[in-house]
């Protein structure tokens, strides 16, 4: 099993262009989670899902869209990069709510 | 809104040392866990708790959590130069969303 998977695990944009990032899980995991990670602020909650076809918005859901089109992907978009999105993103996944989570190895974003 | 404080963020310590992480809260949380990061990666899960005054070892890592699920503790005996990373509390709300909120982490540098 290769667990959670992202993919790209750099990226470079210029403010305004637009990305996205793909996350796989090969765990039949139900849940399925997007984090930002910045430097003393451990992680924050961007956009979860809590099945196939649902998504729902976290902590710091502006500037970021996701679907959830098939169970075992996530993908977290961006549509008009800014210098504040900057950071290392992480995703998740756990088979039930309460569960633990398995995290991807993250994908780190700079935005000039 | 519910916030972990962790502490201390920083921690050095010579190998053979004990030391004790706090993440502590004015909220209520259903559960509560501990995960650890090494630099480039994403965090593992170490220990979930459930029940409040609940204590879990996990060899030289002691975890508990206070009576009222309020705060939590993560204390290591003897530490050893291989558990330098970066220590997460986290803890569940009480939906079953799978909603996390990180407490900022704490850097633990273990000398040998």
Known sequence: ?112 | TQLLEQSPQFLSIQEGENLTVYCNSSSVFSSLQWYRQEPGEGPVLLVTVVTGGEVKKLKRLTFQFGDARKDSSLHITAAQPGDTGLYLCAGHGSSNTGKLIFGQGTTLQVKP
């Open chain 1, 1 to 112: 099993n290769a667990g959670v998977t992202q993919t790209p695990k750099f990226r470079v944009l210029k403010t305004g262009q637009s990305m996205t990032l793909l996350c796989a899980q090969d765990m039949n995991h139900e849940y399925m989670y997007w984090y930002r990670q910045d430097p003393g602020m451990g992680l924050r909650l961007i956009h979860y899902s809590v099945g196939e076809g649902t998504t729902a918005k976290g902590e710091v859901p502006d500037g970021y869209n996701v679907s959830r089109l098939k169970k075992q992907n996530f993908l977290l978009g961006l549509e008009s990069a800014a210098p504040s999105q900057t950071s290392v993103y992480f995703c998740a996944s756990s088979s039930q709510g309460l569960a633990g989570q398995f995290f991807g190895p993250g994908t780190r974003l700079t935005v000039l």
